[in-house]
C-alpha cells in the first residue's frame, strides 16, 4: 500500500504561480505512473496532468495546457506540479494519484490509478 502526501497549496492570486509537491509516505512510486487531478465544490473530479513512470510521455487537460507543467524526479521519488498563470477557475482541492499498472501512456481516467493522496486546496483570488 502506498500513501501519497500532497504538499504546497494555498492561496494565491489570479495570475500568480503555485507548484505542488506529492511524495509517498514509507514507499516508493518510481515504478508508478503519477496523475493530478482536481475537484472543485460542487463538480465531479477531473483529470489535469499525468507523466508515465520514466518521465517520458505526459498528457494535459485542455483547461491547463501551457499553463501547468508535470515532472517527476524519480531520484528524489517525488512529483511535481508547476502551475503557471493561475486562473479563478482552477480553485479546487488537488490531489496526486498512482497507477501501479505497467503502462507506456499517461492514462487521464481516474479509474486507472491505484493510490490516492488526500488533497491540498488551491484557491485563486481574482
Known amino acids: 500500500q502506498v500513501q501519497l502526501v500532497e504538499s504546497g497549496g494555498g492561496l494565491v492570486q489570479a495570475g500568480g504561480s503555485l507548484r505542488l509537491s506529492c511524495a509517498p509516505s514509507?514507499?516508493?512510486?518510481?515504478?508508478?505512473?503519477l496523475g493530478w487531478f482536481r475537484q472543485a465544490p460542487g463538480k465531479e473530479r477531473e483529470f489535469v496532468a499525468a507523466?508515465?513512470?520514466?518521465?517520458?510521455?505526459?498528457k494535459y487537460a485542455d483547461s491547463v495546457k501551457d499553463r501547468f507543467t508535470i515532472s517527476r524526479d524519480n531520484a528524489k521519488n517525488a512529483v511535481y506540479l508547476q502551475m503557471n498563470r493561475l486562473k479563478p477557475e482552477d480553485t479546487a482541492v488537488y490531489y496526486c494519484?498512482?497507477?501501479?499498472?505497467?503502462?507506456?501512456?499517461?492514462?487521464?481516467?481516474?479509474?486507472?490509478?491505484?493510490?490516492w493522496g488526500q488533497g491540498t486546496q488551491i484557491t485563486v483570488s481574482s
Open positions: 514509507g514507499g516508493t512510486f518510481r515504478s508508478y505512473g
Open positions: 507523466v508515465t513512470r520514466s518521465g517520458g510521455n505526459t
Open positions: 494519484a498512482a497507477d501501479k499498472s505497467p503502462r507506456n501512456i499517461a492514462p487521464s481516467n481516474g479509474d486507472f490509478y491505484d493510490y
